[in-house]
């Protein structure tokens, strides 16, 4: 099974061999992958019973936590990389959530789409609520709790003290734009972050 592109860019961001805790795994299609091309060993958290089903179904080691408040299962440095792909815009608990990341393990690997877009900005200014292929919901099916810009997510880490080693601003097609600086706000359809406490 081939992943996404933006899948496929965060298992190359992955060193070979490593512990890989993936947080809101879905069907475990990156650990699968990681697992079997990259001699990864990992564990997929999710709770959406369906999803650790699917993932069980791939061979992918899973348990169905909840992220916001179940972590502490997790033993401190216990991975060599900790992955929260388009999750954290679904729950509650951000700053924790990633407080904890960082506690479990060396890198972190984060992805999020961008609420800050242009397009997302005009659809707004035309009185409703964006909608993408990063943001693929009706306001009133989705399962977005936050709405964050890469700015607001930036300083965020800032404020935690994660240091961003690299962040790579994807298009709308999912694979890396030649965005950078403040553009990416305006420009990045989404974006992944390699953090370090």
Do not use: K
């Not at 965060?10 to 079997?36: F, N, T």
């Not at 992955?83 to 393990?105: D, H, K, N, Y």
């Not at 600086?181 to 989404?190: F, K, P, Q, Y």
Request: aromatic share 6%; hydrophobic share 45%.
């Amino acid at each position: 099974m081939s992943l996404r592109p933006e899948l496929a860019l965060l298992a190359g961001l992955i060193p070979s061999g490593s512990r890989v805790l993936d947080l809101g795994c879905g069907s475990g299609s990156l650990l699968a992958d990681l697992i079997a091309n990259s001699d990864c060993r990992g564990t997929g958290v999710e709770i959406d019973p369906a999803a650790v089903v699917a993932a069980i179904s791939t061979g992918v080691p899973v348990v169905e936590l909840d992220i916001d408040t179940e972590l502490d299962y997790f033993a401190d440095n216990s991975y060599d990389v900790v992955v929260l792909s388009r999750t954290i815009q679904t729950i509650r608990r951000p700053r924790e959530v990633l407080q904890e990341m960082a506690r479990i393990g060396d890198q972190l690997i984060v992805s999020v789409p961008n609420f800050g877009l242009l397009r997302n900005r005009l659809r707004l200014l035309r009185g409703r609520m964006p909608m993408s292929r990063d943001l693929p919901y009706s306001w009133y099916d989705t399962p977005n709790l936050r709405f964050t810009t890469l700015a607001d997510l930036e300083q965020l880490f800032a404020e935690i003290g994660l240091n961003t080693e690299q962040r790579i601003v994807l298009n709308p097609s999912g694979r890396p734009a030649h965005t950078r600086g403040h553009l990416a706000n305006l420009m990045g359809s989404a974006a992944v972050y390699v953090l370090r406490a």
